[in-house]
């Protein structure tokens, strides 16, 4: 069974770093991308960037580009959504999502058919 | 500012057919598939239909998608209770080089 787990929620003041987990059992890690989308309170759904586990190849959207870091340890397939400097801005849901991609000779296709159980960050003063 | 544009609700009574639009650009929809994610209060997205009108194994046929030009829409018939929700679309976007979102529908079921 294809699983992504989620680290615990997390309460932290602005200027903070954290690094928080997903950690990717049942299926071979290293095959597909890890995207990690934010969900602010009470709003939508927003991609924020992805990495190949195997090459550790990211891509960010720029709205979030400079201000987050995607890592991964293969050794425990284990991707990581990490800040340097939080803002009270930052406080969130965070899911990771697995990407299944495949392209035929016409189309392209792209989805997150496995999505973690989402981490609660809290950032205030 | 969500990549795609979806009303923020919809409403149906139970054994209705609803049906929810998504509207993109060309760099969006207009070159590449249409996914919908169903979010049931307090839980993670769930993938509900991928490739424009492909439902993952487990989603009832009572979910449809279809995909026309720029804009895509989710038909869900025979409406019930659990299927009030948040309901999100999304496609790859060539100038984001990521997928972009609508900013979801939430569902009532009166």
């Known amino acids: 069974e294809v699983q992504l787990v989620q680290s615990g929620t997390e309460v932290k003041k602005p200027g903070e770093s954290l690094r928080i987990s997903c950690k990717g059992s049942?299926?071979?890690?290293?095959?597909?991308?890890i995207s990690w989308v934010r969900q602010m309170p009470g709003k939508g759904l927003e991609w924020m960037g992805r990495?190949?586990?195997?090459?550790?190849?990211?891509n960010y959207s720029p709205s979030f580009q400079g201000h987050v870091t995607n890592s991964v340890d293969k050794s425990i397939s284990t991707a990581y959504l990490q800040w340097s400097s939080l803002k009270a801005s930052d406080t969130a849901i965070y899911y990771c999502?697995?990407?299944?991609?495949?392209?035929?000779?016409?189309?392209?296709?792209?989805?997150?058919?496995?999505w973690g159980q989402g981490t609660l960050v809290t950032v205030s003063s | 500012q969500s990549v795609l544009t979806q009303p923020p609700s919809a409403s149906g009574t139970p054994g209705q057919r609803v049906t929810i639009s998504c509207s993109g650009s060309?760099?969006?929809?207009?070159?590449?598939?249409v996914n919908w994610y169903q979010q049931l209060p307090g839980t993670a997205p769930k993938l509900l239909i991928h490739?424009?009108?492909q439902r993952p194994l487990g989603v009832p046929d009572r979910f449809s998608g279809s995909k026309s030009g720029t804009s895509a829409s989710l038909a869900i018939s025979g409406l019930q209770s659990e299927d009030e929700a948040d309901y999100y679309c999304?496609?790859?976007?060539?100038?984001?080089?990521?997928?972009?979102f609508g900013g979801g529908t939430k569902l009532t079921v009166l």
């Open positions: 999502a697995r990407g299944y991609q495949y392209c035929t000779t016409t189309n392209c296709y792209y989805y997150f058919d496995y």
């Open positions: 049942g299926y071979s890690f290293t095959n597909y991308w």
């Open positions: 990495i190949d586990p195997s090459e550790s190849q990211t």
């Open positions: 060309s760099s969006n929809i207009g070159s590449n598939t």
């Open positions: 490739s424009n009108n």
């Open positions: 999304a496609a790859w976007d060539d100038s984001l080089i990521g997928p972009g």
